[in-house]
């Protein structure tokens, strides 16, 4: 499985910016599928997930009432809709693929990651 993350752009505080996953190859059975943020000088951290049929979304406290994870199976993509944005959402921030949804939160449960897209909230 490939994952291919895009959107990131450098926006002003309180606005609005729409991450793309774009997955590719085979994936069989159940999964999980979601982001995470590095932000400078820390480690990655969960941000959100959602389950392979679309059922399930989980958020990280920060995320919660501010970010919103979708996926259109059509297309194989998952996207992070991220509003009121803040200056500490900057980041990189990487899709990745688990098993499960709990897999998913812990970082060393990760099967698969994209590669990065940089998010830049100036204050």
């Known amino acids: 499985v490939q994952l291919q993350a895009s959107g990131g752009g450098l926006v002003h505080a309180g606005g609005s910016l729409r991450l793309s996953c774009a997955a590719s190859?085979?994936?069989?059975?159940?999964?999980?599928v979601g982001w995470f943020r590095r932000a400078p000088g820390k480690d990655r951290q969960f941000v959100g997930g959602i389950t392979w049929n679309g059922v399930t979304t989980y958020y990280a406290d920060s995320a919660k009432g501010r970010f919103t994870i979708s996926r259109d199976s059509a297309k194989s993509t998952v996207y992070l809709q991220m509003n009121s944005l803040k200056p500490e959402d900057t980041g990189v921030y990487y899709c990745?693929?688990?098993?499960?949804?709990?897999?998913?939160?812990?970082?060393?449960?990760?099967?698969?990651w994209g590669q990065g897209t940089l998010v830049t909230v100036s204050s």
């Open positions: 190859g085979r994936t069989l059975g159940t999964y999980a």
């Open positions: 990745a693929q688990a098993n499960t949804m709990v897999v998913l939160t812990r970082i060393n449960g990760v099967r698969y």
